[in-house]
C-alpha cells in the first residue's frame, strides 16, 4: 500500500501519472491489481494506492526497478509524503522455512492449497467430533454453540501450526508449479485415495457406533 499527499490542483496530474506508472506495472512479471483510493474527509487525507503481486520477489522486482525509478523522480511533487507499506497474505507462512520463497500464487497454487486444506480439515473434523466433542464436550451438556466454537479453535490452531504445514512439506513436490505431468497425475491420484480413506475411515466408525 502506498499513500500519497497530493497538492491542492494537482489532482488530474497526479492520476495521469498514475496511469503511466500502471501500464509500467502491467509489464512486470506478476503484476495483479493497481487500485487507487481517493481520500475520504474525516477519515484519510492521503491518496493510496493499492499494488499487488503474486510474490513477494515479484513486487521486489517492481519497487527496485530502474522504470519505477525513473517514474518516481518525473512525479517527485507527489512523492514528499510518499509512505510505503508492505504486506504478505495467502499461503505463504505454510510452506517449509529455508525456502527463498514460496511458490507463486496463480490459480493452480490456490486450488492445490485448498485441496491439501481440505485433505487435513476433513479427519481432524470428526476424529475431534467422535473421539472428543461427543463423549467428553456434548454429553455433559455444554450447549452446541460453545461446543462448536471450541472445535474450531482447537481445529484451526492445529491445522495451521502443525497439520497443515507438513502436509505441504509432505507434497512440496506436487504443489510446485513445475512439476511434471506425471508426479501433477500422481499427486491428484494420491489425494484421491487419501480422501476415499479418510471418508471410508470416518463411514466405519459411525458404522460401528450405531451398531453397538
Do not use: C
Amino acid at each position: 500500500m502506498i499513500s500519497f499527499k497530493v497538492p491542492a490542483g494537482l489532482e488530474d496530474a497526479f492520476l495521469t501519472w498514475q496511469q503511466r506508472i500502471q501500464a509500467a506495472e502491467a509489464e512486470f512479471k506478476g503484476f495483479l491489481r493497481h487500485k487507487i483510493e481517493r481520500p475520504i474527509p474525516g477519515l484519510h487525507d492521503e491518496w493510496i494506492v493499492i499494488l499487488s503481486f503474486d510474490s513477494d520477489a515479484n513486487l521486489s522486482a517492481w519497487l527496485d526497478s530502474p522504470l519505477r525509478q525513473t517514474l518516481l523522480r518525473e512525479g517527485a511533487r507527489f512523492n514528499a509524503g510518499m509512505n510505503v507499506k508492505r504486506a504478505s497474505y495467502g499461503f505463504n507462512f505454510w510452506f517449509p522455512a529455508g525456502k527463498t520463497q514460496a511458490p507463486e500464487q496463480g490459480p493452480a497454487l490456490i486450488w492445490k492449497s485448498n485441496l491439501i486444506v481440505l485433505l487435513v480439515l476433513y479427519p481432524v473434523v470428526y476424529l475431534w467430533g467422535y473421539f472428543v466433542s461427543a463423549p467428553l464436550i456434548d454429553s455433559h451438556g455444554v450447549p452446541v454453540w460453545l461446543s462448536l466454537f471450541v472445535g474450531n479453535l482447537v481445529s484451526t490452531q492445529l491445522l495451521g501450526w502443525w497439520l497443515v504445514p507438513a502436509a505441504f512439506r509432505a507434497l512440496d513436490w506436487w504443489v510446485t508449479p513445475k512439476a511434471t505431468l506425471g508426479r501433477q497425475i500422481a499427486g491428484y491420484a494420491l489425494l484421491g485415495a487419501l480422501y476415499a480413506a479418510s471418508m471410508g475411515l470416518y463411514a466405519l466408525l459411525l458404522a460401528w457406533h450405531l451398531g453397538r
